[in-house]
């Protein structure tokens, strides 16, 4: 484990119980799901796009090769600035939470060079795999994971759905209900213990699918290999984050906004 500031140095932010607990998660989510992981951590000067942006240049320019990132806001039109800017980065695996507000898009989770994560809910069953899955949300919307068409960002080559002449997101998902959380040590609470959920917990796990599945081709696109490969992906089609009517928030065979093309199934849609 490493730690640095967005310059690479150890001039680090003034502490913040928020992030200090969206990095905690972050962290111990990463190392529950890649315990051979070497872990980067990257802070911030700033919440803002460009230190944020800068933070995930540091990152890529110390070698990392999946990048993990946990946060959102609204979109706007200096996005696709901010996407050659940032997230640029052939070579690198880069996730990004789709929200946790229900429907409705987010940024960078828009950005047309990023993993888009949306998020699950799991409950034990007798099928084969044991487990059946669904939306994380509801049609009456509030808490959820989030989706749907980005107002600014071009569409990639590889997303074939109509509902959206730009950007659709998301491109997968991972377990994200805090009701089945991850138990989170953060030493900045008092209270110390802590249960997590939300896509800042399925950002950080489908980054570690990808760290599993292996380092990435130099001149690859990572985000496109799970559009390749979805057999390889469990298929979530029960659910909704919303009540826009289509599969934009609700889930359906193949492909759909709150849960993408579905979860992993080992990480063989991971790989180039």
Same mark, same amino acid.
């Given at each position: ?6 310059? %690479? ?10 992030w200090?607990? #969206?990095? /905690? ?7 529950? $799901? ?6 980067l ?12 942006? =800068?933070?995930?240049?540091? $990152? ?14 609204? #979109? ?15 070579g ?5 939470? @789709?929200g946790? +507000?229900g ?6 989770? =828009? ?7 949306g998020?699950?809910?799991? *409950? *034990?069953?007798?099928s084969?795999?044991? !487990? @059946? #899955?669904?939306? !994380?949300? @509801? +049609?009456?919307?509030?808490?959820? $994971?989030? /989706? ?9 080559? !590889?997303?074939?759905? &109509?509902?959206? $002449?730009?950007?659709?997101? =998301?491109?997968?998902? =991972? ?17 110390g !213990?802590?249960?997590?959920?939300? &896509? ?7 980054? @570690? ?7 990435p %081709? ?11 490969? &979805? ?11 919303? +009540? ?7 889930? %359906? ?13 080992? &990480?063989?849609?991971?790989? %180039?």
């Amino acid at each position: 484990f490493k730690k640095v500031d967005q310059n %690479g140095g150890t001039n680090y932010p003034t502490a913040d119980s928020g992030w200090a607990g #969206e990095i /905690s998660l972050d962290v111990d989510m990463v190392s529950a $799901a890649c315990p051979q992981c070497h872990i980067l951590l990257v802070e911030a000067n700033t919440a803002n796009m460009n230190d944020l942006g =800068a933070a995930v240049n540091r $990152a890529v320019t110390m070698g990392a090769k999946f990048v993990s990132n946990s946060y959102g806001g609204s #979109e706007d039109a200096s996005d696709t600035t901010s996407d050659a800017s940032y997230f640029n980065h052939p070579g690198v695996a880069i996730t990004v939470s @789709s929200g946790d +507000s229900g429907y409705g898009v987010e940024y960078p989770a =828009a950005s047309q060079y990023v993993t888009a994560v949306g998020g699950t809910s799991l *409950k *034990k069953d007798s099928s084969t795999r044991g !487990w @059946s #899955e669904s939306v !994380w949300g @509801s +049609s009456s919307g509030g808490d959820g $994971a989030g /989706s749907g068409c980005s107002a600014y960002d071009p569409k990639p080559s !590889w997303q074939k759905d &109509t509902g959206c $002449a730009k950007r659709t997101v =998301a491109d997968v998902s =991972a377990v994200a209900d805090p009701a089945t959380g991850l138990a989170v040590y953060d030493s900045y609470q008092a209270s110390g !213990w802590n249960v997590y959920g939300g &896509t800042s917990a399925s950002s950080p796990i489908i980054a @570690s699918v990808y760290a599993l599945a292996g380092t990435p %081709g130099a001149s690859s696109t990572p985000s496109s290999f799970p559009y390749a490969h &979805t057999g390889s992906l469990n298929d979530v089609t029960s659910g909704a984050n919303g +009540s826009c009517g289509n599969y934009l928030c609700k889930a %359906g065979t193949g492909y759909d906004g709150p849960t993408g093309l579905g979860t992993p199934n080992g &990480t063989a849609a991971f790989t %180039g």
